[in-house]
Structure formats: C-alpha cells, structure tokens
C-alpha cells in the first residue's frame, strides 16, 4: 500500500503502507506519478482538505487498473462536520 500526506509525522504512523511520499495535493496540476493501471484500487481519504477535487479524482483514477475502484472515505471528526463540510460544499456548489 502507498500512502500520501502532508505532515510526514501522520503518514509514518500508517503501519499498513509499504511506501509513502510527502506531497502537498493542493499543488495546481499536482499528479500522482504512480504509473497508469498499476493498482486495484484507491482509497481517498483526505477530501476536506482538497483544493481540487476532481483534479485529484483524476490522479487517482490514472493510477487504478481497468477494473479498479477509486473510494472517496470523509471523517467524522467534529472539525470537519462543523468547518470543513460545509466550506467545501460552499467551493464546490
């Protein structure tokens, strides 16, 4: 499993990742670089933080395989409910 964050201290404490990288996602035009089909799926856990949703979408369906799954998970935290959510659905329409 490979993992991307932006706080390396928060990716490292992902025991399931085999390899991550630091990479800021709300970097204009920002891709992936994980090669095209390579992977089953893509979990995109990250949304609320997202300048550019469908840009990173984009990203993460390149990587998955023909037949692959691109999940979007959103937190429960009470920061994201109550700030969050509802900044990103005022950018979003």
């Given at each position: 499993m490979?993992?991307f964050?932006?706080?390396?201290e928060h990716?490292?404490?992902?025991?399931?990742?085999?390899?991550?990288?630091?990479?800021?996602?709300?970097?204009?035009?920002?891709?992936?670089e994980?090669?095209?089909?390579?992977?089953?799926?893509?979990i995109?856990?990250?949304?609320?933080?997202?300048a550019?949703?469908?840009?990173v979408v984009?990203?993460?369906?390149?990587?998955v395989?023909?037949?692959?799954?691109v999940?979007?998970?959103w937190?429960?935290?009470?920061?994201?409910?109550?700030?969050?959510?509802p900044?990103?659905?005022a950018a979003?329409g």
């Amino acid at each position: 499993m490979y993992g991307f964050g932006l706080v390396p201290e928060h990716i490292v404490q992902n025991g399931l990742l085999h390899a991550l990288e630091v990479k800021d996602l709300n970097t204009p035009h920002v891709s992936l670089e994980l090669g095209e089909a390579c992977y089953d799926a893509v979990i995109c856990n990250f949304v609320p933080y997202l300048a550019d949703l469908a840009q990173v979408v984009g990203e993460a369906r390149k990587c998955v395989k023909d037949d692959g799954v691109v999940a979007i998970s959103w937190s429960r935290k009470p920061r994201h409910q109550t700030h969050m959510s509802p900044a990103w659905r005022a950018a979003t329409g």
